[in-house]
């Protein structure tokens, strides 16, 4: 009975001494097997009990619906080589802890996928126990580069922006060649970004040869002074992603001038996927509409250029784009053709690895999901530890492995 007893609540290592219940409660009442015990200040082993102290309750998991608590008997050493009085450790039980590691794995795993008061509803635990030891086992900000990244010949970063409440944004950045969130960062500002650029080691620096994000100068700012080796790279989703804005503000002009409805999904679509019927529809809106055949038509001859099969013939028919849209009588045309032009280098950076941020967004999408499911947040230091919470495997959180078994 007393080996189930261990292992069901993982108390390898303890002496089961007796079992009881106490109300809704389990009361396990345990010790330490071993004679001896090594003293923290010299590191020498004595068997000389010194004291027993009064045996202590710890909060251990919730096994059924039931509470289970540890009876601990501790006792106190006399290390005669230094002359000082030490308490004998427990293993997965932090000193002054009123709950064990156990029940902290069991509250992360569960906060990963719930809200925080859920989770505190099922642990019995509350907030700020919760939130308090969320800060302390997540460090912000820690990454161990030379370990990880020791071996690795090149690497691709992914950055972009999310909301992290309302208008306050947070920014993502993620190792796209190992598709791994890296650090989620709890504001929007260039020092902020800067400031995680320069805690990367500069032997680590050399080997970052691409940065993609959408089309924010402030990207290619801070790559070409933090990161000058690195090659800024337009995301392909964002530029097509910013052309059916474009397309849909001048489907909504033209809709509002006329008075007539122009259905939206059929420009969204892209031409491959157009069944016959939607072509007919799509060559009589251009009829009435001239513009925004001149927008579709930028839309579709970007897509092409993506599926270029080198820099130079995508070079090629960027170009050609680019004149085309010189012509133009449509002013927003002309907004474009500038942007376009402006962004080319970095639109075109895309064809050395054909690299995008579908990753990042992945993850935004999970964060999303987070952030759906916790009902929102309003401390930024607690929605970024949430977040990387969820995307560390649990066996890798800095609690002691003994209940890790």
């Avoid at 427990?90 to 902290?104: E, F, Q, T, V």
């Avoid at 010189?326 to 474009?336: K, P």
């Avoid at 970024?384 to 959180?397: C, G, Y």
Wanted: with cysteine.
């Amino acid at each position: 009975m007393k080996d189930f007893i261990r292992k069901v609540f993982k108390l390898e290592g303890y002496l089961i001494y007796r079992c009881w219940f106490e109300g809704s409660a389990v009361v396990i009442h345990v010790g330490r097997p071993k004679k001896e015990a090594r003293c923290p200040h010299c590191k020498n082993l004595t068997r000389r009990v010194h004291q027993v102290r009064k045996p202590q309750r710890v909060f251990h998991c919730i096994f059924l619906g039931w509470r289970v608590f540890l009876q601990l008997t501790k006792r106190r050493f006399w290390c005669r080589g230094c002359n000082r009085a030490f308490t004998e450790s427990m293993p997965g039980i932090r000193k002054w802890a009123r709950r064990s590691d156990l029940l902290w794995l069991m509250a992360f795993e569960l906060l990963r996928h719930l809200s925080f008061r859920t989770c505190c509803d099922i642990t019995q635990t509350s907030y700020s126990s919760l939130s308090r030891e969320l800060i302390r086992v997540i460090k912000s900000g820690e990454i161990d580069w030379e370990g990880e990244y020791e071996h690795q010949e090149q690497i691709v970063l992914g950055i972009d922006e999310h909301s992290f409440r309302g208008q306050r944004m947070a920014t993502t950045i993620t190792d796209i060649s190992n598709h791994r969130l890296l650090a989620v960062l709890k504001d929007y500002r260039k020092d902020t970004i800067k400031k995680f650029f320069r805690s990367i080691p500069p032997e680590i620096k050399e080997k970052i040869i691409e940065v993609c994000g959408d089309m924010k100068w402030m990207y290619v700012n801070l790559t070409e002074k933090e990161l000058p080796q690195a090659k800024m790279v337009v995301d392909k989703f964002h530029l097509i992603r910013d052309a059916n804005i474009k397309i849909d503000e001048a489907r909504r002009i033209e809709q509002e001038a006329t008075k007539k409805e122009i259905k939206r999904k059929i420009f969204l679509k892209n031409k491959e996927d157009l069944r016959e019927k939607e072509k007919e529809q799509l060559e009589e809106y251009f009829k009435k509409y001239p513009s925004l055949k001149e927008f579709y038509w930028v839309k579709e001859k970007l897509r092409e250029m993506y599926r270029a099969e080198d820099r130079k013939q995508g070079e090629e028919i960027l170009d050609m784009v680019i004149a085309a849209m010189r012509v133009s009588d449509d002013g927003a045309i002309l907004c474009w053709r500038n942007m376009l032009r402006r962004w080319k280098n970095q639109i075109l950076n895309y064809f050395g690895n054909r690299t995008t941020n579908a990753f990042t967004e992945g993850v935004h999408t999970k964060i999303k999901k987070i952030k759906r499911v916790s009902y929102g947040f309003r401390n930024a230091d607690i929605y970024v530890r949430k977040v990387a919470l969820s995307f560390i495997p649990i066996a890798l959180l800095p609690i002691s492995s003994h209940f890790l078994l």
